[in-house]
């Protein structure tokens, strides 16, 4: 029987009907029923609501599998006894599809199987939905059948979806998941989700689904003047707190977060952003909340027109402005995206994050951080990283599997997401977790001790840094000093470009912070992969080897004079050490230290404070160099090999490709030559060398670097003390015999060897 729209008396279409059902559902939910009986009530509820001779409930088992936990209509012998494998059947399809089936004829359907133990051989039509949360995540399918060969109305769907979105919230919430004695739905089903690591580190605890967006829903309002002032008012709050954001200690000093604050504090007082909005309520009847929608959405849609981006990063500066003034408008304090208070273990899961966005949540709380996106998170990684918490990136379709409070554990070091792990998991990381933290206590109890081997040779170890926001790690990790310090991170995450002003205040903050220890500042490395949102770059077939780092600031003399303007008054009377990078001839050395020697002079005639030492030394990176050590090692106060350039240019693979990027070898022996001739042509010419490369904070590769002449690495603040360890550890003398031996009878890599060296010696590597 054919069934238009609204004409069949079955049809359960009317709002009023559907409003009262809904109503008569939520009673249900919250009644005192356990959740088996909660189920029987529902199907026996649908079934009469819409006529069906048959509702029926299936979840889904841990394998996959389909259950029959509740009917009406069916043989009840039939509950907890009939299972629909994974795809089988029309219940399986639909839960494979994710997707409503509608069927006049269900059993001449190719999919239909037929369960005689059910006793539904008698019923033609089946309408089955999914019952689902996040759009994919499968927990069960929700069907109902009838005698006759009916198609469903679309009003028959909305019901049938609508109950079994109260369903899923409430299988969610555990409500139901207790029925039978085996629980094994997909909500507390475990999951791994595989990411990109971005930040390193272990972290369990629970999760806090990060909002960026508050959905409106009410949109229009009779009362335009009474939106007018809840608008005017929030806007007030949301100024205030952005002001109250930039007095607090910790605002300031400059840096990104100030920067982020101070040009969201500018659109703020921007008239016609307000106008914009006050025109939604008047003239539109909208909502405070819809009016501030409304300007959002007609400014996305001019942002993706926009194809500078600088003007973009603009745009998305006032794209989370609005999301912040309707967080005020919905009653939540900027700083508290979650309207519960924060746990202590909070692991913040988002689709996408921005860096004010991370930055506004209490850093105390905040252990672990997933994304699901992909792409683009260069800086929140550097975020991440500066605040000590692990993070893993392109975790894809952790949204759909992850709920509100789900315990969650975050391995940074592999990049698995497990959500909801098992008890044996749970254990299994809270061992490597207190493995961990035994580790950095042991480490920091370190910090006071030099780096010496057991032969007596000092090691000097610093750490790379970059950020405002890592310089308490010159201190806390009991470095030599700061051995690369990357100027362009800031420079990264500033919304525009940081004037001289602002960076002499910086470079004077970075070196009061280091105190008495050397900080080597490394002038402006962009180009490549490194790109700053403010300049234009042009496009380049092959960036890696294209206009960047010392190119592009000697034939854009400006950004390199302005930097070292800043360094020599940010240093005043102290010693300053300047280091170039990507340096590929002797001539580019010449032309930058005249720069530098120019910009001494200028300074000195102009009657400021010089700094009683300038050290102009390169960043060791291209393998053109190798050829022109006697030429260069004179020519410069002291070398840096970037051992992770050096090896992608000697190796011709790109360092950023995982597809080629594990190709080579640090320890093979190609690549140790290369770093050996610059080591002892270092020595030759008594050259200060060191190097700052990942491959200094790999145990086992600083003790190679050790055995093949380096006394000197650079690293990040966290490998300091597993270095340091293995430093004391070790005999010099004795494994620059045995590496040189090695590299004599292999050609390959020494890395096993030398891990096996390594063991024989009691280090840890
Ligand atoms: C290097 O190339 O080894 C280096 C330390 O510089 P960056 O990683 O910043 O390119
Ligand atoms: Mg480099």
Sequence with gaps: MQNPRGTDPRIAGSEKALRIFMRRLREIMAGPSDGQARLDTIVR??????????????????????????????????????????GEGLVGRCAHLAQ??????????????????????????????????GGSVVLGVLV??????????????????????????????????????????SPTRSHVVRGQPIADGLALGHVVIHESRIVVKDLTSDNPALEVERLETAVGDLKATLDELLEQNEMAAPGEHRDVIETHRMFANDRGWLRRMKEGIQQGRLTAEAAVAREQNAMRARMNALSDPYLRDRAKDLDELSDRLLRVLAG?????????????????????????????????????????????????????????????????????????GDPIIVDAEAGDVHIRPTSEIIAAYADKARFRARKRRKYKGLKAVPAVTRD?????????????????????????GVGLFRTELEFQVAPTLPRMERQT?????????????????????????????????????????????????????????????????????????VMLPLITS???????????????????RRGGPVPKKVHIGIMFEVPSLLYQLDAVMPRVDFVSVGSNDLLQYLFAADRNNERVSNRYD?????????????????????????????????????????????????????????????????????????????MQSYEGSLREPLTAYAEAQGLEV
């Design 45 to 86: 509820q649908v079934a009469g609501h819409m006529v069906a001779d048959v509702c029926s409930i299936y979840l889904q088992r841990n394998d996959g599998s389909l259950e029959l936990f509740a009917t009406e209509g069916l043989n009840p012998e039939a509950k907890h006894n009939t299972f629909m494998m994974r």
């Design 100 to 133: 409503p089936v509608n069927e006049s004829d269900a059993q001449n359907h190719p999919s239909f199987s037929y369960r005689p133990e059910t006793g539904e051989e008698i019923y033609h039509s089946l309408l089955a939905v999914p019952i689902s949360r």
């Design 144 to 185: 109902v059948q009838n005698r006759t060969e009916r198609i469903y109305s679309d009003d028959d769907v909305e019901v049938l979806e609508t109950t079994a979105m109260v369903l899923a919230e409430h299988l969610v919430s555990g409500d139901v998941a207790g029925v039978n004695s085996a629980p094994e739905f």
């Design 332 to 404: 939540r304090k900027i700083g508290q995206l979650a309207p519960v208070a924060l746990p202590t273990d909070t692991i913040l899961v988002a689709r996408t994050m921005g860096t004010a966005d991370l930055m506004d949540y209490d850093r105390s709380r905040i252990k672990g951080l997933v994304i699901e996106d992909s792409g683009g998170q260069s800086h929140i990684a550097i975020i991440a990283k500066a605040m000590g918490i692990a993070a893993v990136a392109q975790a894809r379709g952790v949204m759909e599997r992850v709920f509100s």
């Design 456 to 480: 007596g040779v000092r090691i000097g170890l610093s750490i790379n840094a970059g950020l405002q926001m890592e310089l308490t790690q010159i201190a806390a990790s009991g470095a030599d």
């Design 505 to 577: 205040q910086f470079y004077r903050e970075v070196l009061d912070a280091a105190g008495d220890r050397p900080v080597v500042f490394r002038t402006l490395d962009v180009g490549g992969d490194k790109t700053l949102p403010y300049l234009r770059h042009p496009h380049e077939e092959n960036p890696a080897l294209g206009w960047r780092a010392i190119r592009m600031a000697l034939d854009r003399p400006g950004l390199l004079r302005t930097q070292v303007r800043a360094l020599l008054r940010g240093a005043g009377a102290r010693e300053l050490r």
């Design 586 to 604: 002797v001539g580019e050395i010449d032309l930058a230290r005249a720069l530098i020697k120019r910009e001494i002079e200028l300074l000195e």
């Design 666 to 742: 640090r320890l093979s022996v190609p690549a140790l030559r290369a770093l050996k001739s610059v080591s002892d042509a270092a020595a030759r010419h008594n050259t200060p060398v060191s190097l700052c490369g990942e491959m200094a904070g790999s145990p086992v590769d600083a003790m190679a670097l050790i055995g093949i002449g380096y006394r000197s690495l650079s690293m990040a603040p966290s490998n300091i003390g597993p270095v340091k360890t293995m430093v004391l550890g070790l005999d010099a003398t004795k494994v620059t015999r045995h590496v040189t031996a090695l």
